[in-house]
């Protein structure tokens, strides 16, 4: 059975840091990218950021760009998000997904497989 579950969230006041895991199932190849969405309520899904198969590409949303590092322990098969200088605006449901067309991520397309979600919440 297919999982990504996700954990980290909570919630921060605006400048600090905060990372979230998302832990994958060994019935996702290892050939797949994995990616970070997320949502705020009454907003469209926003694409964060992307990190391909083998952790040597990414790719990032442009509002996260320079702030958040998206890593991968292909090992403990586990995604993370690095969150810095966290905004108001950060503020949503950050859902880990995971999909074998890099591009159809990347262009917030759509994915193969997603999580439950972790709510992040950053306060002034």
């Known amino acids: 059975q297919v999982q990504l579950v996700e954990s980290g969230g909570g919630q921060v006041q605006a400048g600090a840091s905060l990372t979230l895991s998302c832990s994958t199932s060994?019935?996702?190849?290892?050939?797949?990218?994995l990616a970070w969405f997320r949502q705020a309520p009454g907003k469209a899904r926003e694409f964060v950021a992307l990190?391909?198969?083998?952790?040597?590409?990414?790719h990032y949303g442009d509002s996260v760009k320079g702030r958040f590092t998206i890593s991968r322990d292909v090992v403990k098969n586990t995604v993370y998000l690095y969150m810095d200088s966290l905004k108001p605006e950060d503020t949503a449901v950050y859902y880990c997904?995971?999909?074998?067309?890099?591009?159809?991520?990347?262009?917030?397309?759509?994915?193969?497989?997603w999580g439950q979600g972790t709510q992040v919440t950053v306060s002034t």
């Open positions: 997904a995971a999909g074998r067309n890099y591009l159809q991520l990347a262009s917030n397309r759509g994915a193969d497989y």
């Open positions: 060994e019935a996702i190849s290892n050939r797949v990218a």
């Open positions: 990190i391909g198969w083998d952790g040597t590409s990414s």
